[in-house]
C-alpha cells in the first residue's frame, strides 16, 4: 500500500482546513476492472530470473485490483470499483432471476465484485480467490467461443448506469492481450465502436491496458483505436501532467507483470480535483479564469470517526454537543451566544453578521498588481507549498490562449508577477509571487510537469525571523577536504532524492494494521521501514574515511582549544599552556582528588569568586562533570552553581 496511490494526502495540515473551509468536497471516483480471461490470458509468462515463478496476466490483473482496493478503501474511502471478467465460459452480472436474463444478454461477462464502495467483504473475496488455487481454476474458465466486445462495453454500460449514475469520475479500466478480438468481422467492430461511443457520452473512460502477446507486439490500430480515445493534449481539466496512452505491458516475469501494471494503473487511478476555481485580474477589465492545485500536502493517518464495541455489531457513534449554563446548567441555544473581545477592561460583542463582515476582505481573487524580475525573489520567501494555477474555460472563455501568453511572457522575461491573492471567502488577503513554469520532459520524452503558473504565498515583515548571528569559528579547509571523500562516496542513486521510492512507515504501519483488523488477519509483527540507513553498506564504502575524518576533527577541536585560551581578557592572568584544572590558586595537590576542587569551586562560589575563573576553567570543570559547555561565562558559572546547589 504504497504512498503513491494515495494522491487525496489525507487530513492533518493548514492547507486542509482552507480547502475543507471553501466548501472542497471530496468527489467520488468510480473505477471498474474489465479482466480478459482468455486461454492466452491464463497462460503463465516465462520469468525473467530463478527467483521469480511465472504468473498468468489474468492472475497479476485480479492482484493488480487487489492491491489497488486495499489502497483506495483507505486513502478514497467513498471511492467505488468493481472487477468485470470477460470471456468466462460462466455468465453472472444479476442475483436471482437476473442471471438467467443476464446470461442471455451479456454472454460470457461475469461480475466478481460489483461497482460499489469496497469493503471488507470485497477485499476477502479477491484475497480467497488469489489464494485457493482449487477456487481460482473453477472460476476462471475460458469461453470456447470468442467473447463479442459490444457486449463488454454494453455490460460496462449497464454497470456504471445502475451502480454510479451521478459521480462525475467514471473509468473503464480494460486489461486484455488480444489485440484483433474483431479481426474479420466488420459488423461486431461497428458494434464494439457504437457501444464504446455510448460509454464515452454516458461521461465514461476507457483506459486501455494491453498485455504483449507471446508471437507478437500489441497493435492499437488494429482495434482499439476505434474504441479507446486518446486524450487531447488541450484537455482543461488537467491539473498535472497529461499521463501519456499506456504502452503494452511487456510479458516478462510475474513479478515485473505485476508491477507494471500496477504502476500504469496508478498512474490513472486518481482524479484530478481543484482546491479552488476563483478569477484572475489580469490588468484593468481583463478577467480570466483558473483553477488551484495543491501539488504537494502532508499526509497523515486521521480519526475519521468513533466507533462503538459495546454491542453485538460494531457501529459508527454519532456525537452530540449541549453547551450549558454554568450557574443554572440550563441548556444554551445557539441564538444565546455572542462573541466578544476584550477592550479596555470591557467585552465589545458582536453578532453573527458583524463577524463576517469583519472577516471579508472581498471576494476571491488573484489580481495581479506589477511585474519584477525574477532575481528579486529570494529562495526563502515562500510561507507554505505553492498552488500551481491552470485555465479555466468555465466562466471565462479563451482563458487558455490568455493564460498561455501570460505564462510564456513571464518566462521570456525572466519576471514574476506580485499579485492580491484571497483563495477563498472570509481568507486573509496576502501579496504572492505568481510564478511562471516550464514544461519538464522525462527521459522517455514525455510530460513530467506541465507549464503553468505557480502562486507562492510571501511572507510579511513579521514572519520573516532574524538569522542567526554567523559563527565566531569557521570550519578549516583541510576539514571541509576531508569531508568531501565520504560525501562522494554516500551519494543516492540517480544522484537526488526521490520522495516516492521512500513510503512514509509511520502511515504504512498504520495502514496495515488497519488492514489486518478489518480482514481478520494476524496483526504484523514489525513495520517495513525503508528508511532506515544501511549501516554495513554504509561502513563497507567509507567507513575508513569517516573515521579519517573524525580524526581530523579532533587534531582541528584541540587547535582552536588553544588558540581560544590564548585570546582570554586580558584582565585574567594566564599560563603559557592552556587550563586544564582548577584556576592557579586551586592548589595542585587539592585538585588531585574531586572531592577537593569541589570543595574549592564551592568556596569560591559562596564567596563570589567564581568571576575570578577564565571560561576555559569554566568549561572544564562543566566538561569533567558531564554537563553543557555551551553559552556565555555568566551562564556557565549560573550553571555551576545550579550543579552544586542541587
Not at 203 to 227: K, M, N, Q, W
Not at 264 to 270: E, G
Request: some cysteine.
Amino acid at each position: 500500500m504504497a504512498d503513491a496511490g494515495a494522491r487525496d494526502f489525507g487530513r492533518g495540515d493548514e492547507e486542509d482546513d482552507e480547502v475543507e473551509d471553501a466548501g472542497y468536497v471530496q468527489a467520488k471516483d468510480a473505477v471498474l476492472f474489465a479482466i480478459d480471461v482468455s486461454s492466452s490470458m491464463l497462460e503463465p509468462r516465462p520469468a525473467a530470473s530463478a527467483k521469480h515463478e511465472p504468473e498468468a496476466p489474468a492472475s497479476a490483473a485480479l492482484k493488480v485490483a487487489y492491491e489497488l482496493m486495499q489502497q483506495r478503501i483507505i486513502a478514497s474511502p467513498t471511492d467505488m470499483m468493481g472487477v468485470l471478467l470477460f470471456g468466462t465460459a460462466k455468465s453472472h452480472v444479476g442475483n436471482g432471476e437476473e442471471d438467467d436474463q443476464s446470461a442471455m444478454a451479456y454472454p460470457h461477462c461475469y461480475v466478481l465484485t460489483s461497482l460499489d464502495v469496497p469493503d471488507a467483504a470485497d477485499v476477502k473475496r479477491l484475497k480467497s480467490l488469489l489464494e485457493d488455487e482449487e477456487e481460482f481454476q473453477e472460476l476462471m474458465v475460458p469461453s470456447p467461443e470468442p467473447v463479442a466486445m459490444s457486449s463488454v462495453l454494453f455490460c460496462a454500460n449497464q454497470i456504471f448506469t445502475q451502480r454510479s449514475p451521478n459521480l462525475s469520475s467514471r473509468r473503464l479500466f480494460l486489461i486484455t492481450d488480444n489485440d484483433r478480438p474483431h479481426v474479420n468481422d466488420s459488423t461486431q467492430r461497428s458494434a464494439a465502436a457504437v457501444r464504446a461511443k455510448d460509454l464515452y457520452d454516458l461521461g465514461v473512460i476507457i483506459e486501455l491496458f494491453p498485455i504483449t502477446p507471446l508471437d507478437h507486439v500489441f497493435d492499437r490500430t488494429a482495434f482499439y483505436d476505434d474504441v479507446v480515445y486518446r486524450p487531447a493534449s488541450g484537455d482543461l481539466d488537467a491539473p498535472a501532467a497529461l499521463m501519456p496512452t499506456v504502452e503494452s505491458v511487456g510479458s516478462g516475469d510475474g513479478i515485473s507483470l505485476l508491477q507494471s501494471l500496477l504502476s500504469a494503473i496508478n498512474s490513472k487511478s486518481s482524479p484530478r480535483r481543484a482546491a479552488f476555481s476563483i478569477p484572475m485580474e489580469v490588468g484593468p477589465g481583463l478577467v480570466i479564469g483558473v483553477k488551484g492545485y495543491v501539488m504537494v500536502k502532508r499526509q497523515e493517518h486521521g480519526k475519521s470517526c468513533y466507533i462503538w464495541v459495546g454491542g453485538e455489531k460494531v457501529q459508527i457513534a454519532v456525537g452530540t454537543t449541549t453547551q450549558m449554563a454554568e450557574d443554572t446548567a440550563r441548556d444554551v441555544g445557539k441564538e444565546e451566544i455572542r462573541k466578544a473581545y476584550k477592550f479596555g477592561g470591557e467585552h465589545v460583542t458582536f453578532t453573527e453578521d458583524e463577524m463576517k463582515a469583519l472577516k471579508n476582505y472581498g471576494d476571491p481573487v488573484i489580481r495581479i498588481i506589477g511585474f519584477k524580475p525574477l532575481k528579486m525573489l529570494p529562495v526563502w520567501a515562500t510561507m507554505r507549498a505553492p498552488y500551481f494555477l491552470y485555465p479555466n474555460e468555465t466562466d471565462y472563455v479563451g482563458s487558455t490562449r490568455v493564460f498561455s501568453a501570460l505564462q510564456q511572457n513571464l518566462l521570456k522575461a525572466e519576471k514574476f508577477a506580485l499579485a492580491w491573492f484571497i483563495p477563498r471567502r472570509n481568507a486573509a488577503p496576502v501579496l504572492a509571487a505568481v510564478i511562471p513554469g516550464a514544461e519538464v520532459l522525462d527521459e522517455t520524452g514525455h510530460q513530467k510537469v506541465p507549464a503553468g503558473l505557480w502562486v507562492i504565498q510571501l511572507p510579511a515583515v513579521d514572519d520573516i525571523k532574524r538569522l542567526p548571528d554567523e559563527p565566531s569559528v569557521h570550519a578549516p579547509l583541510s576539514l571541509v577536504d576531508a569531508m568531501k571523500v565520504p560525501l562522494s562516496m554516500l551519494q543516492l542513486p540517480g544522484g537526488a532524492y526521490d520522495p516516492r521510492r521512500y513510503p512514509n512507515p509511520a502511515l504504512q504501519w498504520f495502514y496495515r494494521v488497519i488492514q489486518a483488523i478489518a480482514l481478520e488477519e494476524d496483526l504484523p509483527e514489525a513495520p517495513d521501514d525503508k528508511t532506515i540507513p544501511r549501516h554495513k553498506q554504509i561502513h563497507k564504502r567509507a567507513g575508513h574515511d569517516v573515521q579519517t575524518w573524525g580524526d581530523e576533527l579532533e587534531r582541528e577541536f584541540k587547535n582552536i582549544s588553544l588558540e581560544l585560551a590564548d585570546t582570554a581578557p586580558r584582565g585574567v592572568k594566564r599560563s603559557p599552556e592552556p587550563q586544564t584544572s582548577l584556576p592557579k590558586r586551586v592548589k595542585t595537590e587539592a585538585t588531585s582528588s574531586s572531592g577537593d576542587g569541589d570543595a574549592e569551586i564551592r568556596a569560591a562560589t559562596k564567596n563570589g569568586g567564581l568571576k575570578a575563573y577564565t571560561v576555559v576553567q569554566l568549561k572544564e570543570w562543566l566538561r569533567s562533570k558531564g554537563l553543557s559547555t555551551a553559552g556565555t561565562k555568566a551562564s556557565l558559572a549560573s550553571r555551576v552553581e545550579e550543579y552544586l546547589g542541587s
